[in-house]
């Protein structure tokens, strides 16, 4: 599996409508999201705009989940991360949490912010009985240092 990053474009409103309404997410707010709920997350900007980034991950032409990026502005970014059932419990979560780090270090000049997701703020909610990966090196506050 080669996983590849794309920033979302607000143009793919429908494809975003489409993936949210197809799944359950178990690990966030509202397992279940609604079309009409949808359309106005996307309608509001929520998942675009000055303080947010979304990216969708994806394998070849397979779309496996998103990632969102958000409070970019505030120096205390948290995420949202949403994979589809079928490619939940496959390491794809860890690699999609080292990639975000690295792309908030390589833009937190640009965006005038040194930290990176950090502490508790970093640690995803796991499915009962599963282990969540630990914050450290690659999300904690060392992992990226403006110079």
């Known amino acids: ?3 590849t990053y794309r920033r979302f474009d607000p143009s793919e ?3 975003l409508v489409a993936f949210l309404t197809a799944d359950t997410w178990p690990f966030h707010g509202a397992a279940v999201v609604g079309p009409d709920q949808a359309r106005r997350w996307v309608a509001d900007g929520r998942f675009d705009g000055d303080d947010t ?3 969708w991950i994806g394998d070849g032409d397979d779309i496996l989940g998103l990632v969102r990026l958000m409070d970019l502005g505030d120096g205390t970014p948290v ?3 949403r994979l589809r059932t079928r490619y939940r419990g496959r390491g794809i979560g860890g690699h999609a949490l080292t990639w975000l780090t690295a792309y908030r270090c390589d833009h937190a000049a640009r965006l005038g912010r040194r930290a990176v997701l950090t502490g508790r ?3 995803p909610r796991t499915a009962p ?3 969540a990966p630990r914050a450290g090196s ?3 506050p060392a992992a990226c240092r403006a110079s």
């Open 129 to 131: 009985g599963r282990r």
């Open 79 to 81: 995420f949202d991360l």
């Open 121 to 123: 703020r970093a640690r």
């Open 1 to 3: 599996m080669e996983l």
């Open 13 to 15: 409103g429908d494809a």
């Open 53 to 55: 980034r979304t990216f």
């Open 138 to 140: 690659a999300t904690g």
